[in-house]
């Protein structure tokens, strides 16, 4: 597989949309799982995206995707093989992390898949790789192998004896939190040893896959970006002295504090995070933008991701960013946990787009605050959003007022959107909205700081710039003057909000 296409665009079944999916005949924005094989074949024949997640963590997925697939779209399939030219890639549940009752399932279909591609006469198997969220470790990465290569000898010696299912599936380790995703080549480097003493060889090529959401969710903003920045030039690092093929792929949503990956800031995306080579184009970026804009992006990002030249940062520069990270995750924690109760109506209303179990990710979102748990990076940052506060604010001026000069020249430099990307914020912001909660909890004098000292420093307006922008301001008002017990009222206004902007969240 070392000569195979990589795929560039990565449909997902992140919940972030506003609208309905254009190939909804009942323009319903919520997808349920019995949909989702219609999705995943729309994302291919309609918009030209390269691969789809097919996502068994902590959510309800068809097993017998492939066979849907093959059965209802024969025609297309032959034409565009699964494994060749289109690719479906399972992220599998993290059994360290979570129950792991699907995986047997999951892996189970590949050996099925394979044995349905191969009736059909085509070239290669349907599904050979995997995600593994929530990666820690380079042993678990080669447990999910082992566990599969005994899956496989075992259905071939029991049940298939006439038919030999290939025992060995590619693995892409999800990074997600700051510090893992900064050690990310110690635990590649040692999966790469693992890998050569239990198969024999190394692999050819490696895809390491960087979480965008759950270390802003966590850490705040200013960190998430700093963090994946070093992860990319480390990657790039780590290949060169392994001799290795390495092809990261980020997990980022519309909204700017999960990345900020629309179809309107392709350019923004390709120079901030110069060298991932495949993305994840969420739900929002496909169904809340014209049909005909997003087959533009899509396109645009397949013709330019391959060929950037990857970020570089010095082993100075690296030290000073990793710094920068770990100083604003304070300011973002300590504000954070004087937030979260005043929050807890607003991420009890906040709409559902998919059906899904409860998660587990990087803080298991078990983490407790007041005894209130953390929602997920989508509700969390939507939430916020529809307050008139959007949440990359929280922690960031005072991380950047406290940096001194070196520091301060390091980070500009390394993140060169940041005037554009608060500019574009601050017309969401809605200092009323603000007041009105500082009026009852003193905690969010903290954000209002953090507003001021950026806007001191970068000099954007606090203003709607848009009459979308106007009405969405005019919804933040509304839905903090909202009493508890009004989530139905506050659904409304956040689908309201969420279409004016673009994402839910």
């Known amino acids: 597989m070392s000569k195979r296409n990589i795929p560039v665009t990565m449909g997902t079944q992140h919940p972030d949309n506003a609208h309905a999916a254009f190939w909804d005949v009942n323009q319903n924005p919520f997808i349920s799982a019995y949909t989702e094989t219609v999705e995943a074949f729309e994302n291919f024949a309609t918009l030209d995206v390269d691969e789809y997640m097919w996502d068994w963590e902590g959510k309800h997925a068809d097993a017998a995707v492939i066979d849907r697939l093959f059965s209802t779209k024969y025609d297309y399939f032959k034409e565009h093989q699964l494994g060749r030219d289109k690719f479906i890639t399972f992220r599998f549940p993290n059994i360290w992390e979570e129950k792991g009752y699907s995986l047997m399932q999951a892996m189970t279909a590949f050996l099925s898949s394979e044995d349905f591609a191969h009736d059909l006469q085509f070239a290669q198997r349907p599904l050979f790789e995997a995600i593994l969220p929530m990666a820690e470790r380079a042993d678990q990465i080669i447990e999910m192998q082992k566990l599969f290569e005994k899956l496989a000898t075992f259905k071939t010696q029991v049940f298939t004896a006439q038919r030999q299912n290939t025992p060995y599936i590619e693995m892409i380790p999800l990074f997600e939190g700051f510090e893992t995703q900064l050690h990310a080549p110690e635990i590649l ?3 790469l040893d693992l890998h050569e003493k239990h198969f024999g060889f190394k692999p050819p090529y490696l895809r390491v896959f960087l979480a965008g959401s759950d270390s802003a969710l966590s850490s705040g903003f200013m960190n998430a970006i700093t963090g994946n920045k070093l992860a990319i030039a480390r990657l790039y690092e780590f290949a060169k002295a392994e001799n290795i093929d390495i092809y990261p792929i980020t997990g980022m949503g519309s909204a700017i504090f999960r990345g900020g990956l629309a179809p309107n800031r392709i350019e923004r995306f390709v120079q901030e995070f110069a060298g991932v080579r495949t993305v994840t184009v969420q ?52 504000t954070l946990d004087n937030l979260i109760l005043d929050m807890q109506p607003i991420f009890k209303a906040f ?23 953390l929602p997920r990076a989508i509700n969390f940052s939507g939430s916020f959003y529809a307050i008139g506060v959007p949440p990359e604010f929280i922690g960031f001026g005072r991380a950047l007022a406290s940096l001194n000069a070196r520091e301060l020249g390091v980070f500009v430099r390394h993140y060169p959107n940041m005037k554009k990307d608060f500019t574009e914020l601050a017309a ?53 003057n909202i009493k508890d017990g009004a989530s139905v009222a506050v659904t409304a206004l956040i689908n309201k909000q969420a279409q004016l902007r673009h994402f839910l969240g």
Not at 351 to 373: C, I, M, N, T, W
């Open 189 to 191: 480097k040692q999966y």
């Open 283 to 334: 739900s929002a970026f496909r169904y809340d933008y014209p049909l005909a804009t997003v087959q533009q992006a899509i396109q645009q990002l397949k013709t330019t991701l391959p060929h950037v030249k990857p970020l570089e940062i010095s082993a100075n520069e690296q030290a000073i960013l990793i710094n920068v990270a770990k100083k604003s995750a304070e300011f973002y924690r300590h």
């Open 351 to 373: 709409p559902k787009r998919r059906d899904r179990r409860q998660h587990v990710g990087v803080l298991g979102y078990s983490r407790e605050v007041d005894g209130l748990a």
């Open 428 to 480: 969401y912001l809605n200092l009323d909205s603000l007041a009105i909660l500082a009026a009852n909890n003193p905690a969010w004098n903290d954000v209002k700081k953090d507003i001021e000292t950026l806007q001191n420093i970068l000099a954007f307006e606090i203003k709607p710039q848009t009459q979308e922008q106007e009405l969405h301001y005019q919804l933040a008002q509304q839905i903090v």
